[in-house]
């Protein structure tokens, strides 16, 4: 569980402190490759919780969810069909369900402890 949570907060160190500057007009497709990205992230630490981790479906996952993500906005910018609140929406509800499995998992871990 430790390698996805180093991961997440290094990579938020490095947006915070690294001068990236982004245009605005790119900023539909960063937010959802961000979401993309937070959603393999959560993924990860929950198969992690779940003792069934696979770096290479963790890595494969991370990139494939980010492209597919950005070619939905982008192909929905150029029909002039918001599709990115598809992915925004998918990806929100895949978040808050693994966060909630995770929250499970490490609650009912530290209740077994106790008992």
């Known amino acids: 569980m430790i390698y996805p949570l180093i991961g997440l907060l290094l ?4 947006g915070i402190y690294a001068p990236i500057n982004v245009p605005v007009i790119y900023a539909p497709y960063m937010s959802i490759a961000v979401l993309a990205a937070l959603d393999s ?3 990860g630490i929950r198969a992690i919780e779940e003792n069934n981790f ?8 991370f990139f494939s969810n980010a ?4 070619f939905l906005a982008y192909f929905g910018d150029r029909l002039g069909i918001p ?4 992915a925004i929406f998918a990806f ?5 369900q693994n966060l909630a ?4 998992e490490i609650i009912e871990r530290l ?3 106790n008992n």
Not at 11 to 14: A, L, N, Q, S, T
Not at 54 to 61: A, E, K, L
Not at 101 to 104: D, H, P, S
């Open 54 to 61: 696979n770096m290479n479906i963790f890595i494969t996952g």
């Open 41 to 43: 992230v959560f993924g």
């Open 92 to 96: 929100g509800v895949r978040i808050f």
């Open 11 to 14: 990579g938020i160190f490095v």
């Open 101 to 104: 499995i995770i929250r499970r």
């Open 67 to 70: 492209l597919l993500a950005g």
């Open 83 to 86: 599709i990115y609140l598809a």
């Open 111 to 113: 209740f077994k402890k």
